[in-house]
């Protein structure tokens, strides 16, 4: 129970990497809010893990619009009484050669994987300010730290987020705040369903572990940076890329 009376804000908590690391906090102790835009998916998320115990609450929010992240992080406070942890890892892909990439498509991927971030934190600092403290976990990529053909505005959003991560921790620690990244390889999530099977072959042959990462991996790197057990970690970049990067 590394997360007991914590309260936790996760975005993109109704699938994939969230869905796994709601699963997770929770079962560390925490409450927690799944913020998404998946309403249905996030709903009965909700209600399957209220079904014992009342920790979870579901939240429609799309990250890239400050008044709903606003009221997000107030329901955070009304419902369970403050917000120690957010993990901002909602998140969209894109595939297109960057000399066809629309000005549209290039922002979208943008506001959601980058500007959203920002958004969030910004929020969730100024509670956590008022508190003494707390946890940001921004979710990155390996992404952020090698390029990739056909992925520029989703290698450039997480190569700001992983920049975004080390400016708020520098900022924020004297709040008691800590603030660090994960650094998933390729995980078995919804994300990767528009992928072809030899590409999904050859994206497994660039990871030394000799497979995709599964959510559950991410989600147990996100909590160890939650806890307390990561006391003096801060503005941290953690690679869960089954040695994606070591080669
Ligand atoms: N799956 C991978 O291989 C992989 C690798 C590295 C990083 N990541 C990152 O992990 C994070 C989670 O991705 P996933 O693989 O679990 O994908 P996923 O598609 O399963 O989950 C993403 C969630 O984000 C939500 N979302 C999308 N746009 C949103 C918005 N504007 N506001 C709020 N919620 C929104 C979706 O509804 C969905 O529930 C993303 O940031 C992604 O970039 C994934």
């Known amino acids: 129970m590394r997360l007991k009376d914590k309260v936790a804000i996760i975005t993109g908590g109704a699938s994939g990497i969230g869905e796994a690391t709601v699963r997770d906090m929770v079962q560390e102790g925490a409450k927690v809010i799944i913020a998404d835009i998946a309403d249905e998916k996030g709903q009965q998320l909700a209600e399957e893990l209220n079904q014992s115990e009342k920790t979870t609450a579901y939240c429609h929010v799309d990250?890239?619009?400050?008044?709903?992240?606003?009221?997000?992080?107030?329901?955070?406070?009304?419902?369970?009484?403050?917000?120690?942890?957010?993990?901002?890892?909602?998140g969209i892909g894109d595939q297109a050669a960057s000399d066809q990439l629309?000005?549209?498509?290039?922002?979208?991927?943008?506001?959601?994987?980058?500007?959203?971030?920002?958004?969030?934190?910004?929020?969730?600092?100024?509670?956590?300010?008022?508190?003494?403290g707390g946890s940001i976990i921004n979710c990155a990529s390996i992404l952020g730290h090698v390029g990739q053909a056909q992925t520029a505005s989703y290698t450039a959003a997480k190569g700001g987020v992983v920049n975004l991560t080390r400016a708020l921790a520098a900022e924020y620690a004297k709040d008691g705040i800590r603030v660090n990244a994960v650094c998933p390889g390729y995980i078995n999530t919804p994300l990767l369903?528009?992928?072809?099977?030899?590409?999904?072959?050859?994206?497994?042959?660039?990871?030394?572990?000799?497979?995709l990462g599964e959510p559950k991996e991410v989600a147990k790197a996100t909590t160890f940076l939650a806890s307390d057990d990561a006391s003096f970690i801060t503005g941290a970049n953690l690679l869960v890329d089954g040695g994606y990067t070591a080669i």
Request: proline content about 1%; overall charge negative; hydrophobic content about 40%.
């Open 63 to 90: 990250v890239t619009k400050e008044e709903e992240v606003k009221k997000m992080v107030e329901m955070a406070n009304d419902k369970f009484g403050g917000l120690d942890i957010l993990f901002s890892n909602a």
């Open 102 to 132: 629309s000005l549209e498509e290039w922002q979208k991927v943008i506001d959601i994987n980058l500007t959203g971030l920002f958004l969030c934190a910004k929020h969730a600092i100024s509670v956590m300010k008022n508190k003494g």
């Open 193 to 211: 369903d528009e992928l072809e099977e030899d590409m999904l072959k050859h994206l497994i042959s660039l990871h030394p572990i000799g497979r």
